[in-house]
């Protein structure tokens, strides 16, 4: 694994952690921060010993949104030209579940970024929001559009045209995430959760990953002929023909990702 400026990584057991940590701008993301975090999830999505991938934050930020002090000096032309932050994509195609564990602070690219992972979960103490208004911008990575399918247009609106926060609780409720945990126990929950997802078969895994999302592409008949295909293929895989004979001999399956 490369040596990175902006991010810590860690392995073991199947699970890779990627922890932002540029605490003293509360996590703010700049371009430094999006080549570290997309190579290092490239790098596990490709390393075999790896199955799930959670990223987290530091001290008081999971990430306080993009570098506003890095932008104040963008103008149009270069951002344009440049396609300003279009890398984050690259942690979206990465194939392998990824977790986010939210300790913080998640406002604009934080938030963003939360939500381009497949499982948020959050400390009692984060706090979420698209504060973009506040600066004369709106959401620029997404957050007007996988907010908006996380927690609907009500809440959506009221977010980024107030620029208020929310709190875990309220984000619960709303939908944008999976669970909440003690901020001492946020860790611990998000390793268990991947742990879990470790214990599966990886094709599988993958399978419902791009089931899921592809529900946010295409129509319903389109989405449910696209799952079907998937569990046909399925039928295929040796984990298959395992995690069924375990069953059926009650026993735990021995998934070997083939
Ligand atoms: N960018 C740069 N520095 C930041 C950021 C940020 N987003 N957030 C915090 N910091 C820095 C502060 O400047 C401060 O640094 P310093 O000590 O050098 O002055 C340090 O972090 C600590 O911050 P505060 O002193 O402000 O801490 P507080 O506890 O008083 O406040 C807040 C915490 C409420 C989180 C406050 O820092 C804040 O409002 N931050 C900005 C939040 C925000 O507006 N985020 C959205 C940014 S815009 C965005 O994300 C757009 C994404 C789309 C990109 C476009 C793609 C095309």
Request: include cysteine.
């Amino acid at each position: 694994m490369t040596d990175f400026e902006t991010i810590l990584t860690e392995s073991a057991d199947g699970i890779a952690v990627i922890t932002i940590n540029r605490p003293k701008a509360l996590n703010a993301l700049n371009q430094q921060v999006l080549e570290d975090i997309a190579t290092a999830a490239e790098q596990f999505d490709a390393d075999d010993s790896v199955k799930a991938i959670i990223i987290t934050g530091t001290d008081r930020a999971f990430a306080a949104g993009a570098d506003i002090k890095q932008m104040a000096e963008l103008d149009f032309a270069t951002a344009f030209k440049t396609d300003f932050f279009a890398g984050w994509s690259r942690l979206t195609a990465v194939r392998k579940p990824t977790i986010a564990a939210v300790n913080g602070f998640a406002l604009g690219g934080g938030c963003e970024v939360a939500m381009m992972c497949d499982i948020l979960i959050a400390s009692e103490k984060a706090k979420f929001g698209q504060p973009e208004i506040n600066l004369g911008v709106l959401p620029g990575m997404g957050g007007s559009q996988r907010l908006t399918r996380a927690i609907g247009k009500a809440k959506a609106m009221d977010l980024c045209l107030t620029g208020r926060m929310m709190d875990a609780e309220e984000a619960e409720r709303s939908g944008l995430v999976a669970r909440v945990v003690p901020h001492d126990e946020l860790m611990d929950e998000a390793r268990k959760i991947a742990a879990t997802i470790v214990s599966k078969s990886r094709i599988a895994s993958a399978m419902v990953k791009e089931a899921v999302n592809a529900s946010f592409e295409t129509t319903l008949q389109q989405g449910l002929l696209f799952e079907r295909r998937l569990f046909h293929s399925a039928l295929a895989t040796n984990d298959q023909s395992e995690g069924m004979a375990a069953f059926v001999e009650k026993r735990d399956p021995d998934f070997t990702d083939t």
